[in-house]
Structures are given as structure tokens and as C-alpha cells.
């Protein structure tokens, strides 16, 4: 069973930045990928970044160039680096681990963009 724990939301000014952590509670190289996804009220969620096993990574056309994601093998976690942040990025994040046959979600952490 892998336990994924979110940290790192909260309330920031449009323009501003935050970064997000998911802490495992195993060897994240051993999931074939991690995932930042959000979900907004009344939308559908949303994939934002996923990082690959391997170090390659994929974005949400909608935050390319603003948000990275990255990892530290060694601390078991996973990051979102945030950056000129809107309000439409508003929304509850989640991280995601990808396993053969299962995906393993964490609680979520809310950021909210707003002045």
C-alpha cells in the first residue's frame, strides 16, 4: 500500500508562486510514473505534470512554462514548482502514483490564486 502526502498549498496573489510536495511512503522509483492533477469546482479534473520513472516529463498545455515538476529520489518525494500563478489555477492538487494495475492518490492541497 503507498501513502502519498500533499503539503504546500494555500492562498497566493495572482502573479505569485508556490511550490507543492507529495511525500511517498516508498521508493517513488519504483512507480512507473507521479502525477500533479487538479480538480475546480465544477470542472472535470484536470492532469497537470507527470514525471516519468525514467526523469522525462509531460505538461497541461495550460501551465507549460509556468509550473515544473520535478523529484528527490532520495527524500521519496515529488514537487510542483508553481509559478505566475492566475486564478483560473485555483483548485484543489493531487499527486498520483502509477503503478502496474493501480494508481495511488494522495489527500489533496488547496491553492487558491486570489487578490
Known amino acids: 500500500q503507498v501513502q502519498l502526502v500533499e503539503s504546500g498549498g494555500g492562498l497566493v496573489q495572482p502573479g505569485g508562486s508556490l511550490r507543492l510536495s507529495c511525500a511517498a511512503s516508498g521508493s517513488i522509483f519504483s512507480f512507473e510514473a507521479m502525477d500533479w492533477s487538479r480538480r475546480a469546482p465544477g470542472k472535470e479534473r484536470e492532469l497537470v505534470a507527470r514525471?516519468?520513472?525514467?526523469?522525462?516529463?509531460n505538461y497541461a498545455n495550460s501551465v507549460k512554462g509556468r509550473f515544473t515538476i520535478s523529484r528527490d529520489l532520495a527524500k521519496n518525494t515529488m514537487y510542483l514548482e508553481m509559478n505566475s500563478l492566475k486564478p483560473e489555477d485555483t483548485a484543489v492538487y493531487y499527486c498520483?502514483?502509477?503503478?502496474?494495475?493501480?494508481?495511488?492518490w494522495g489527500q489533496g492541497t488547496q491553492v487558491t490564486v486570489s487578490s
Open positions: 514525471i516519468f520513472r525514467g526523469g522525462s516529463t
Open positions: 498520483t502514483a502509477v503503478v502496474p494495475g493501480a494508481d495511488y
